[in-house]
């Protein structure tokens, strides 16, 4: 772990171990500091030039979206009032400094027919040799839950093998964003999936001492970078990779693992206005099925109807773009 370094290191070191006292996430927030501690240290800044003006010029070298950069000097910002708490300084030099405004973002939207595709996809790398098979199906059943319970993806490497509640179907997401916990309905079809995999996972593992449901060896869980990788070759293997695009001030995001989630509510949604019900009333139930702290959270789903209007208002952005 890279340390600070600059005349303000103890500082952001104090900050850090009272954010992290508070039971924060600490790793955006410490890269961050971490950018603005070589930065101030780069440029040799003295204490008295961190003014407005510097934090507007710092702004202005960061190459960056929007989104991030008002990320980085938010981060910034909370350290400065903290400074202030604390009586280290007695004014935040980034108090009146506003937001940029930010892009539009568009996430992909799998339709439930490319859902299924993908799915069948990681089932089709499932490798039959001994060494390669409780592993692979093991990440098949986690993009599996991941996609029909719109679980993120790493509640899906962190559950617990007694998370699962074989008897009830479901499953219990502890302590995860928001610092929130949740009891997950598991639809049949993917429970069946489910207890075959266990079945399979005991005769693996007969001197069973790994805690994880998903396991990739005898002692660890599944790794998230190896079972992005996993959802990137299925991705491909159907033909529906896409690039991340910057269109006006709208990005529209490629397919990510979070995607999944992302279409599970929309198409959830899609599907209780197919039977004649409001979408919104649903809201509060389905924030706390996917774990949200508010229903105003999940209502951002309803920017788009299903993955159809999304890639349609893709296309119109790109028409009218190769006419300017």
């Given at each position: 772990?890279?340390?600070?370094?600059?005349?303000l290191?103890?500082?952001?070191?104090?900050?850090i171990?009272?954010?992290?006292?508070?039971?924060y996430?600490?790793?955006?927030?410490?890269h961050?500091?971490l950018f603005?501690d070589?930065?101030?240290k780069d440029?040799?800044?003295?204490p008295?030039?961190?003014?407005?003006?510097?934090f507007?010029?710092?702004?202005?070298?960061?190459k960056m979206?929007p989104?991030s950069?008002?990320?980085?000097?938010?981060?910034?910002?909370?350290f400065?009032?903290?400074?202030?708490?604390?009586?280290?300084?007695?004014e935040?030099p980034l108090k009146?400094?506003?937001?940029?405004?930010?892009?539009s973002?568009?996430?992909?939207?799998?339709?439930p027919?490319q859902?299924?595709?993908?799915?069948k996809?990681?089932?089709m790398?499932?490798r039959?040799?001994?060494?390669?098979y409780?592993?692979d199906?093991?990440?098949?059943?986690?993009?599996?839950?991941?996609?029909?319970?719109?679980?993120?993806?790493?509640?899906?490497?962190?559950l617990?093998?007694?998370?699962?509640r074989?008897?009830?179907?479901?499953?219990?997401?502890?302590?995860?964003?928001?610092?929130?916990?949740?009891?997950?309905?598991?639809?049949?079809?993917a429970?069946?999936?489910?207890?075959?995999?266990?079945?399979?996972r005991?005769?693996?593992m007969?001197?069973?001492?790994?805690?994880?449901?998903?396991?990739?060896?005898r002692?660890?869980?599944?790794?998230?970078t190896?079972?992005?990788s996993?959802?990137?070759?299925?991705v491909?293997d159907?033909?529906?990779?896409?690039?991340r695009q910057?269109?006006?001030?709208m990005?529209f995001g490629?397919?990510?693992?979070?995607?999944?989630?992302?279409?599970f509510a929309?198409?959830?949604?899609?599907?209780?206005?197919?039977r004649?019900?409001?979408?919104?009333?649903a809201l509060?139930v389905?924030?706390?099925?996917?774990?949200?702290?508010?229903?105003?959270?999940t209502?951002t789903?309803?920017?788009?109807?299903?993955?159809d209007?999304?890639?349609?208002l893709?296309?119109?952005?790109?028409?009218?773009?190769?006419?300017?």
């Open positions: 772990m890279k340390n600070f370094e600059s005349f290191a103890p500082r952001f070191s104090e900050f171990a009272y954010r992290q006292h508070l039971g996430s600490l790793q955006p927030m410490r961050s500091l603005f070589r930065y101030i440029k040799k800044i003295k008295n030039v961190l003014s407005p003006s510097f507007l010029e710092l702004r202005g070298t960061l979206e989104k950069v008002n990320g980085r000097l938010s981060s910034i910002r909370a400065f009032d903290f400074m202030v708490r604390t009586g280290y300084y007695t935040n009146d400094i506003p937001r940029i405004p930010e892009y973002f568009a996430p992909f939207i799998f339709s027919e859902t299924d595709q993908l799915i996809a990681v089932c790398r499932i039959k040799e001994p060494r390669y409780l592993r199906l093991a990440e098949y059943i986690a993009i599996l839950l991941i996609a029909r319970c719109g679980l993120r993806i790493n509640e899906s490497v962190r617990q093998l007694h998370h699962y074989c008897r009830e179907k479901t499953i219990y997401i502890e302590k995860t964003k928001f610092n929130k916990d949740r009891l997950v309905p598991v639809p049949k079809a429970a069946i999936e489910l207890d075959n995999y266990l079945s399979v005991d005769a693996f007969t001197e069973d001492q790994n805690p994880y449901l998903f396991v990739s060896s002692q660890k869980g599944l790794n998230d190896r079972l992005r996993v959802f990137h070759r299925a491909n159907i033909g529906i990779d896409r690039p910057v269109i006006g001030h990005v490629s397919p990510t693992p979070h995607s999944l989630r992302h279409s929309v198409n959830t949604l899609k599907r209780i206005k197919e004649g019900d409001c979408p919104q009333h509060p389905l924030a706390v099925y996917i774990g949200h702290v508010s229903y105003q959270q209502a789903y309803l920017k788009f109807i299903d993955a209007q999304r890639q349609g893709l296309n119109f952005a790109s028409s009218k773009r190769e006419n300017i």
